[in-house]
């Protein structure tokens, strides 16, 4: 039988593989053992080169993971993640996309791949291809489309949701907005802030079709500061969020804000963004941008 030579036929392949171990075994779906997949699946695949190491060691600030090759030369493999990432699901997403790397580009990268937090975010493979490949990877065999569209299915999204989702796939938050993002037909964006500037973000198809995105990656941008990101707000109120009117987020519309702040006291922030489903047409962004003109008798009697 061939291998598979894309990021969603890798997961697929697996995916079976899984489906019928913990059917015959009688263990949960969901989440996914990724260190013991990685090394036995590695060992009956490719004996020449099988994963043999799978564990946390302390990496420079920003790593997540690395894959990397047994110094000695016998072939053999390490996944690495980075043991200050305290959160568990980022750190299986991280073990899922090295072992994405391992399949995909293991042999055009015999040196290893060392990657950031940013790779973890970059799934524009006009970018960054590897690195969003990795990711593709990670989130196919973490969350199935057919599960993660039936939990879905007929609901309102919202950070609520999206938590449930991480909880039931074990990745992050972040991870599972970003799989929703590349499914959804919602004009939606993810915004992560640090330190009271947007990080980075990313726009749904929908959404970039309206002209609305932030090339945070090439510029410096500050958080709005009417923003829930960027205010002292509760929890609770981030969670469940607020209606901004038009021209507190990027665009001519009102957006939903949805914002979850890091426990930690790096100044984090993920914000969800709902747009209208409808894009406005030109004419009415026309009139939302047309101010009317006062004359001096108006200003007079203060109309």
Request: net charge negative.
């Amino acid at each position: 039988m061939s291998l598979p030579t894309t990021p969603q036929g890798w997961a697929i392949r697996l995916t079976k593989i899984l489906s019928l171990h913990q059917a015959a075994h009688g263990l949960p779906r969901f989440p996914i053992d990724v260190a013991a997949l990685a090394q036995d699946f590695s060992r009956q695949v490719f004996p020449e080169a099988p994963i043999t190491m799978v564990g946390g060691l302390d990496l420079s600030k920003g790593v997540e993971g690395m894959l990397m090759p047994h110094p000695s030369g016998s072939g053999e493999w390490g996944i690495i993640y980075n043991k200050a990432i305290r959160s568990p699901g980022r750190r299986n997403f991280t073990l899922a996309h090295e072992l994405g790397h391992y399949l995909l580009h293991r042999q055009a990268n015999p040196g290893g791949l060392q990657c950031t937090n940013r790779n973890m975010a970059d799934w524009d493979s006009a970018r960054n291809r590897i690195e969003a490949e990795a990711n593709t990877f990670a989130s196919y065999l973490l969350m199935p489309l057919d599960d993660f569209r039936a939990r879905i299915k007929g609901r309102a999204i919202d950070i609520d949701v999206m938590t449930e989702l991480a909880d039931r796939y074990a990745v992050s938050l972040t991870a599972a907005i970003l799989k929703w993002m590349t499914i959804t037909d919602k004009r939606a964006m993810i915004v992560v802030g640090k330190e009271g500037f947007i990080d980075w973000a990313w726009s749904s198809e929908p959404l970039i079709k309206s002209g609305i995105y932030y090339a945070a990656r090439q510029t410096v941008i500050e958080l709005p500061a009417a923003s829930l990101a960027a205010r002292d707000v509760d929890m609770e109120t981030g969670r469940h969020g607020v209606r901004h009117p038009a021209g507190v987020w990027l665009g001519s519309e009102p957006v939903h804000e949805m914002t979850v702040f890091s426990p930690s006291n790096d100044q984090m922030t993920i914000s969800l963004l709902l747009y209208p489903d409808r894009a406005p047409s030109r004419r009415e962004l026309a009139e939302l941008e047309e101010e009317p003109t006062l004359d001096s008798y108006d200003k007079f009697m203060g109309n």
